[in-house]
């Protein structure tokens, strides 16, 4: 039988995710939707068979047939939410950030160990991407010899409504501190954040584009440009500089069109386009795994160190500067 699944708000991300269960993933099914808005829980909730709404996620979770919960409410309703789930044991794919500071990530490590196993995957869509997988794969095999230099760009088209400069590094760069994590196998140690003048088209004067330096424990750096309000399209890529040679993705060279004297083709405009079919794998897989009694994919630990970078990175941003990360020992549970 399908693997029931709570959804925990249902806001942009959660309702995406609503329907990506019921539509493209086999293998399960949402039985419950909860959100703080109660007609916001119910408008998603009618949209498919046998899902209920509710607006508190503990009661949502007590059901008799809940197997699994997925969490895609703001950052701050996460820890809550994240250890109702671990002391009833279930499953949980929980959307980033794993809690918006590191403190708060130890105490849901603290939850986890506690259980002896682990329970969460957090939601770094950027794993299950076709091309950063490639690029995995590539710097794995070796060829390239070792990395010493990422570039990443992260492009939005516009930043929401009541964004502040913090934001660009807490939701934005994060996906870099994972990425950068990930790719290299190694953990990032320090931060400094650039501030060139903003753009004329930054909201508010908030601080946009910024530009962030990683070091990490392996001796490579990392750049970031962040750049929230660059009005023209959702842009990720990365390029990885090795001893032998260079990777890069994120082109977004799909198809490429000549007509009328001039050629080209189209950029995405934002995450849920550009990254569809990742967040297709990554829930799938997490649904694939969670029904064999396993739990794969980026790990609570990655939730904590990208909440301990993005202090570091937040700190830098206001205070100026190079600031050195904080890291607790990896638990053993984290391998
Ligand atoms: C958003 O929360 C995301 O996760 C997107 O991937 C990122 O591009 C965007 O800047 C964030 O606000």
């Not at 290299?184 to 954040?193: F, P, R, S, W």
Request: some cysteine; proline content about 4%; overall charge negative.
């Amino acid at each position: 039988s399908p693997l029931n699944v709570v959804v925990i708000g249902a806001g942009r991300m959660g309702a995406d995710h609503v329907r990506r269960i019921h539509e493209v993933i086999s293998g399960a099914r949402v039985s419950a939707v909860v959100d703080v808005d109660a007609e916001r829980a119910k408008d998603v909730a009618a949209r498919f068979e046998g899902c209920t709404a509710h607006t508190d996620p503990a009661a949502a979770m007590a059901a008799a047939d809940v197997d699994a919960v997925l969490i895609a409410s703001p950052g701050e309703a996460h820890e809550a939410a994240l250890l109702a789930a671990l002391a009833r044991d279930l499953p949980v794919l929980c959307e980033k950030p794993l809690t918006p500071d590191a403190a708060s990530a130890l105490r849901v490590l603290e939850a986890e160990r506690r259980l002896g196993r682990r329970r969460i995957q957090v939601g770094f869509m950027r794993r299950y991407d076709a091309e950063y997988l490639k690029l995995e794969q590539l710097l794995r095999t070796g060829q390239l010899g070792r990395p010493l230099l990422l570039h990443h760009r992260h492009r939005n088209v516009a930043s929401p409504p009541g964004w502040t400069s913090d934001m660009l590094i807490r939701d934005s760069v994060s996906h870099e501190m994972d990425v950068t994590r990930w790719l290299l196998g190694q953990e990032i140690t320090a931060v400094t954040v650039l501030r060139p003048t903003p753009s004329g088209n930054a909201p508010g004067g908030i601080q946009d584009p910024q530009f962030v330096i990683f070091e990490t424990d392996g001796g490579a750096i990392a750049d970031v440009e962040i750049f929230v309000n660059c009005g023209f399209g959702y842009q990720v890529q990365a390029e990885v500089v090795c001893e032998r040679g260079t990777a890069r993705v994120g082109d977004g060279h799909a198809m490429i069109t000549h007509m009328a004297g001039r050629w080209g083709g189209t950029v995405a405009q934002d995450y849920l386009e550009r990254f569809a079919a990742a967040y297709d794998r990554e829930v799938q897989a997490w649904v694939d795994a969670t029904r064999r009694g396993r739990v794969t994919g980026p790990t609570a630990w990655d939730g904590y160190a990208a909440a301990a970078v993005c202090e570091a990175g937040v700190r830098s941003l206001t205070e100026g500067g190079r600031v050195e990360v904080d890291l607790v020992e990896r638990p053993t549970l984290y391998g």
